[in-house]
């Protein structure tokens, strides 16, 4: 039999999800990178698998793999892709359930109008917990970049972000600067790069460049880094939205220790069955 796997998205992060309750994923780097192409694969920004989780307090686990291969430690619309497909399983019914993600628990919330909600944990901005290679924790660093200053904000949400504000987002050099800040030495896990544009004090216009990836459509990690590292600059309020290019969030943080909180849709695409000889030697 050939690999079954699920094709779903999240405003346009697009993902391919596999069931792994039963067995540990086997795929090698190369075969996801493989899977990941958009012209010879299936095409995606983030691998997802379902697992059983190690935690008895956690219904379920799971896994993200970028598209070259590489595991990431979070993924915002991933996380409401995974909660739409339990759904669709039987196994994740209403109410609130906690799930074990690769960098902890998190939680997530059906509702009625197809939407997920999720809790996506405390914003990190310690440059240890990043992490990045800084003295001490601010709400701004400078980057030399080949003699080139440039200002950001940083944080993790169980990833490494880094936020540039930029007055247009339509101009933002998010192809050219992107990688740049994404390999600086001072990430030595490299980061995700938010560039935001500030609309009023509840709503930013936000475009991503991901880690290993490129350029994608929307990023709900990036969201809610945007909005914790704003916020505690005192640019936005408690609730906010966030319109990326494929369509947008809702972020809701009151500061301090309170876990973040987003909301947005989940959609299935289609299910599929993957030839096995399309994996042999990749």
């Known amino acids: 039999m050939g690999l079954r796997f699920a ?6 992060n697009d993902f391919v999800v596999l069931d792994c309750r039963a067995a540990p994923l086997t795929l090698t780097a190369a075969q996801i990178r493989s899977l990941a192409d958009r012209h010879r694969g299936v095409g995606f920004d983030q ?11 956690c219904a379920f686990a799971y896994g993200v793999w970028n598209a070259d ?7 915002g619309n991933g996380l409401r892709c995974v909660a739409r497909w ?12 906690r ?16 939407r997920v909600a999720a809790a996506m944990g405390v914003p990190r901005f310690a440059p240890a917990d990043i992490p990045l290679l800084a003295a001490s924790t ?42 740049r800040i994404e390999h600086c030495a001072q990430f030595p896990q490299r980061c995700n790069v938010g560039f935001v544009q500030v609309l009023g004090r509840d709503a930013v216009a936000l475009r991503v460049w991901e880690r290993a990836v490129g350029e994608t459509l929307a990023c709900g990690s990036a969201a809610c880094a945007a909005v914790a590292i704003l916020r505690r600059r005192g640019r936005l309020d408690a609730s906010v939205r966030v319109r990326l290019p494929g369509g ?35």
């Open 7 to 12: 094709k779903m998205h999240g405003i346009g």
């Open 47 to 57: 691998l997802l698998t379902i697992e059983r989780s190690p935690q008895p307090d």
């Open 69 to 75: 291969g590489s595991r990431s430690g979070q993924c």
């Open 86 to 97: 339990l759904a669709r399983e039987g196994v994740l019914g209403v109410g609130v359930t």
């Open 99 to 114: 799930l074990m993600s690769p960098s902890g628990v998190v939680e997530v919330e059906l509702g009625d109008d197809g």
């Open 138 to 179: 601010a709400d701004s660093y400078r980057l030399d970049l080949a003699g080139e200053a440039i200002d950001i904000g940083a944080v993790s949400m169980g990833n490494p972000h880094a936020l540039v504000e930029v007055a247009d987002i339509a101009a933002a050099p998010v192809a050219t600067l992107g990688p």
């Open 248 to 282: 947008e969030l809702q972020i809701d943080w009151p500061g301090g220790e309170a876990a973040l909180r987003m909301s947005g849709p989940a959609a299935f695409v289609f299910d599929g069955e993957l030839d096995p000889d399309m994996l042999v030697g990749s």
